[in-house]
């Protein structure tokens, strides 16, 4: 059996992590959750994550901030978006800075599910490249 | 241009309100329109609200925000347009959309929104929304009288409003939070603050309106014998009961006579505040100020045998077993431990066998009508069960109704009445820990080797794990043998259907929608739910064991209890989610329907309880304004319109309004099909023109006893083949408003058909019937089904049905059109040949079949999918 992947959850309301961690654990995931971007940045310095779920407009370093950071850290990541605020513009930076996908808030627990999933391929990619 | 200048001069001079202000003809229509657009757009929003209540979206509070937002712009503006064509008759439905939109603000903000400030409420008038206002003891009690086989004795609750009235009648509000907030420092002042605040209480003095109210309701509870009235008077605050226990400590008192009533409500608020009281909220952390208790009062049950039934054994879960403990008289003696009590574990599974008992000898017991002191059981009695073995099965089936409808192991408190009859005096959830949140690695490997009978075949409209044997509901009398427990299965959701759906363990069909009715009501019941799975009726066999897994989509072969428990002890609940339960109250403010008869007093603004209601209000009335020109076809046919010539015998008026009709068509002649420009109007007269449509099945024998009551020529009108009434067309080259007339039903279509999908609608209605009601919600139903089928999202109740569908391409709009013109004619006359349930699924098939939308061939066919 191939390892775990791991994931980092993050979005400043609660729910998002509490619900999608048990789902993305049945998944066969290793998931972490934060709800402030400091601790999740905090985190960082101890150790890295393959994929990445992060909320777009939060406090303090926001979605686009954390994913610059967390490409940076972890260079085989990858990044997706949860937005409650989806315009044009804001999905067009995202993948400009690199995001694998953009979600718009509410979203089906499956939708994320097949996101990930498809970031899982292209992590063990290029995992398996360098 | 002729035609141009003919339309104007109509616009300008046609005014169907001759002494009102004018409103012109064009006006009327694009306001009317407008109206239906908005509602649909309303009616969208608050299915896509509804949709997420079933667990199968992540969503937050800004959507919640962003929803009631929306959906106070869009009831606003067709207030506004009501009142555009009403001529500002209805300018009250401004403050009632607001006070319900400051409603929902207050619900979101996490602010106690209490209806109509009522101090002292039945149980069952509690509403959906009123937890917080009546305590989780009095609302689980709320719930569970709804619920079948459950049997909770007559009760009135004091809500946290009474409370309030109590602490600012004896001015007790800043005293009692001053001494509250010392005694967070200082733990050593407890005991002294504690008497303090409670002298306080006792001392206080009940205002009238609470005292006059309180004994109203008691007195209600016994109607002819107050004098012999015994009552149990206990708390029930907002944080007791839920997810806090607070057991033991709050008092209750038992067998209270009617006149120390009122004194035993200051001792179960005072009680609020014992030392332990206080010591349990420092230790969980609980707000110090503004606590509040309301108090619940029951009919004192004379149990001759009570106890409390856990509905797992919080020892060893994994046991498959309920546990019971009891006692002769009351149920005080096993909750307090403080005596020799039998103890009963019974099988989980029907029989629900006894399978182990422990029968002590019972020195003592509670009388159940004396005194608070316990009195000695009779030798002879001591060592004898108190449980006979199906008296304890009777209390685990309804354990566990109870524990399925609140998903989680329950802590019951029962009593045997003289009669025997089984009563439900408080249920709570069980303290007992959610271990870990995602399936272990056993656990998927057991699923691994299940028989897997179903597997992405539906959609999920309720997540949730529900298990039992397959019962296939095909018509009223298996629905009325519908066994508790069981796996509801049906072809397509009929709204029938929810007669069974509290009972059910889970429901799967072959053919709806999640947006759709049935799921509603699964929703409410919180019954694990997958529909649209297409096969399921072929697929599993009645009578066999499934376990439906509507979180993964699976349904497997047999009972898997690894699975039921893994939902029951370990999974954390979705709905217990803050923001599931902030949507759920959100929801029940906006969507149930309460305005319901037109006819009724209550129907004006003021009747509004609901922003469904107050769509409703302004749907009716303004449908009221377009029909009363539809009164007086004369002058329609005077002041513009053209009679349509054609096979089918209407006496159809057609208005043009601008592009409808071809401009050859000449005033006070008849109208040939052809002629018709109006693009909509083409394609809905296509559909009710073909040469098939038109259902010819003969008119039972019975049928002369059910029309006794009406005159020959209604009869005649009915049953012969002419289409009696007056029907209006209103088009315009992409609009078409049409109102007709058929037999004693009324329809409407409005349709907007043009290049641009997302403005494009279509708004059908249809009502009424010559026959009695019940034949006519049959047609009702099988309307609902066929429509939500080929893909409208749909509302009804009783005989009424609405359908609406929204962002459609023209050839969308174009073909829905063309069905809704076949089944005009189809099921003209069917609610006389609906003479039973059966017929439902009977034409419903027959239609699908007729109109491709199955293949005839098929007979396991698949409803028409809409993506």
């Given amino acids: 059996m191939k390892d775990k992947l791991s994931i980092c959850v993050l979005d400043d309301e609660p729910i998002v992590g509490d619900r999608l961690k048990p789902e993305l654990e049945d998944a066969g995931y290793e998931v972490e959750i934060f709800v402030d971007s400091a601790s999740a940045i905090k985190r960082l310095d101890d150790r890295c994550f393959d994929i990445f779920v992060t909320d777009l407009k939060m406090e ?9 950071k967390a490409k940076e850290r972890c260079e085989n990541s990858e990044v997706i978006m949860i937005t409650g605020y989806a315009t044009l513009e804001s999905v067009r930076e995202s993948f400009v800075r690199g995001a694998y996908d953009v979600i718009a808030k509410p979203f089906r627990i499956e939708e994320i599910r097949e996101a990930v999933n498809k970031a899982k391929k292209r992590v063990r990619k290029k995992k398996s490249h360098s | 241009m002729k035609l141009a200048g003919q339309i104007l001069s109509f616009i300008r001079n046609v005014s169907i309100f001759r002494k009102e202000p004018k409103v012109s003809f064009h006006d009327l ?10 509602n649909n757009a309303t009616m969208e929003m608050v299915a896509d609200m509804e949709d997420k209540l079933g667990g199968q979206y992540v969503f937050d509070r800004k959507y919640m925000e962003d929803s009631i937002a929306n959906i106070e712009k869009a009831v606003l503006q067709s207030a506004y347009n009501l009142n555009f064509i009403s001529g500002n008759k209805d300018l009250e439905l401004y ?4 006070k319900l939109a400051r409603q929902l603000k207050q619900e979101l903000a996490g602010e106690l929104v209490i209806p109509g400030g009522r101090i002292v409420l039945a149980l069952e008038d509690i509403e959906e929304t009123m937890d917080e206002a009546v305590g989780n003891k009095a609302y689980n009690l709320f719930r569970i009288l709804n619920l079948p086989n459950t049997n909770v004795p007559p009760s009135f609750v004091v809500t946290i409003g009474g409370f309030h009235r109590y602490l600012a009648m004896n001015n007790l509000h800043d005293q009692i939070n001053a001494l509250m907030g010392e005694c967070k420092n200082k733990e050593s002042s407890i005991e002294v603050i504690s008497n303090k605040i409670r002298l306080l209480i006792l001392n206080g003095e009940i205002p009238t309106r609470l005292r006059h109210e309180i004994l109203k309701a008691a007195e209600a509870i016994y109607p002819r014998n107050s004098e012999s009235a015994c009552y149990s008077v206990r708390s029930s605050a907002v944080e007791e009961d839920g997810a806090l226990s607070f057991a033991g400590l709050h008092d209750s008192f ?8 009122l004194s035993s409500y200051k001792k179960v608020i005072a009680g609020m505040y014992s030392p332990g009281s206080i010591r349990y909220r420092i230790e969980k952390k609980l707000p110090f100020t503004d606590m509040a208790m309301a108090v619940l009062f029951q009919q004192m049950v004379e149990s001759r045998v009570a106890g409390v039934a856990y509905t797992v054994d919080p020892n060893s879960p994994q046991n498959q077993s309920c546990m019971i403990g009891a006692n002769f008289g009351l149920g005080t003696s096993v909750v307090e431990g403080n005596t020799e009590v039998d103890m009963f574990h019974v099988s989980r599974r029907r029989p629900y066998e006894v399978l182990d008992s422990r029968i002590n000898e019972k020195k003592w017991m509670l009388s159940p009508n004396g005194t608070d002191s316990p009195v000695e059981v009779s030798p002879e009695m001591r ?6 073995p199906d008296q304890a099965a009777s209390i685990v089936e309804t354990a566990l109704i109870i524990e399925r409808f609140f998903k989680h192991p329950m802590d019951i408190e029962w009593g045997l009445d003289d009669q025997g009859q089984l009563r439900i005096l408080q249920a709570r959830p069980l303290g007992i820990s959610r271990g870990g949140q995602s399936r272990s690695p056993e656990l998927k490997a057991l699923l691994k080797k299940q028989k897997v009978l179903l597997k992405d075949q539906g959609v999920i409209a309720y997540r949730g794990i529900g298990s039992g044997p397959v019962y296939i509901v095909h018509d009223e009398e298996s629905l009325n043998k519908f066994p508790s427990g069981a796996v509801l299965l049906a072809r397509f959701g009929i709204p029938i259907l929810s007669r069974a759906i509290p009972r059910a363990s889970a429901i799967i069909t072959d053919v709806g929608s999640p947006t759709g009715h049935m799921a509603t009501v699964a929703r409410e019941f919180q019954i694990p739910t997958i529909v649209d799975t297409g096969s399921a009726t072929r697929v599993l066999e009645p009578g066999c064991d499934v376990t439906v897994d509507a979180e993964k989509n699976i349904v497997y072969e047999g009972r898997i209890t690894d699975l039921l428990f893994h939902q029951l002890l370990e999974r ?3 709905e217990s989610r803050y923001e599931f339960q902030i949507l759920r109250r959100l929801l029940r403010r906006i969507s149930p329907l309460t305005l319901i008869d037109p006819e009724g007093a209550n129907f004006n603004p003021r009747g509004c309880t609901t922003f469904h209601d107050v769509i409703r209000y302004i749907h009716e009335t303004s449908l009221g304004i377009l029909l009363a020109i539809a009164e007086k076809p004369s002058d329609l ?8 010539k054609s096979s089918l015998p209407l006496n159809m008026i057609l208005i043009d309004i601008g592009g409808g009709l071809d401009a050859s068509t000449q005033k006070g002649k008849w109208v040939m099909p052809e002629q018709i420009l109006s693009r909509p109007m083409k394609a809905l007269w296509a559909g009710m023109d073909s040469p098939d449509v038109w259902n010819t099945d003969p008119i039972p024998p019975d049928f002369k006893g059910l029309m006794s009551g009406l005159t020959r020529t209604q009869i005649e009108s009915v049953a012969g083949q002419t289409l009696a009434g007056l029907n209006v067309a209103v088009l315009g080259a992409d609009y078409l408003n049409m109102t007709l007339r058929v037999g004693y039903h009324f329809t409407v279509v409005d349709a907007l058909m043009g290049p641009r999908p997302e403005k494009n609608t279509i708004f059908f209605r249809f009502v009424g019937g010559a026959t009695d009601i019940t034949r006519r919600s049959r047609r009702a139903a099988l309307l609902l089904a066929i429509l939500e089928n080929i893909g409208f999202k749909v509302e009804g109740s009783g005989d009424l049905v609405i359908a609406r569908a929204v962002n459609s391409s023209a050839d969308q709009i174009k073909h829905y059109l063309y069905l809704i013109g076949r089944l005009i004619g189809f099921v003209r006359q069917l609610d006389i040949l609906m003479k039973d349930d059966t017929s439902v699924e009977l034409y419903f098939n027959r239609f699908m079949a007729a109109n491709s939308i199955i293949p005839a061939s098929d007979p396991n066919f698949r409803g028409a999918r809409k993506k």
């Fill in chain 2, 254 to 261: 038992l067998n209270v006579p009617f006149r120390e009533l």
């Fill in chain 2, 95 to 98: 403050s009632v959309i607001e």
């Fill in chain 1, 60 to 68: 303090g370093v926001d979605g686009m901030g954390f994913l610059e």
């Fill in chain 2, 29 to 38: 229509f694009v306001h009317f329109h407008q109206i239906l657009e908005g």
């Fill in chain 2, 572 to 574: 954390p609940l979705f």
């Fill in chain 2, 383 to 388: 060592n004898k069960p108190s449980l006979l």
């Fill in chain 2, 637 to 644: 046919a005077g002041s513009g319109g053209r009679r349509l």
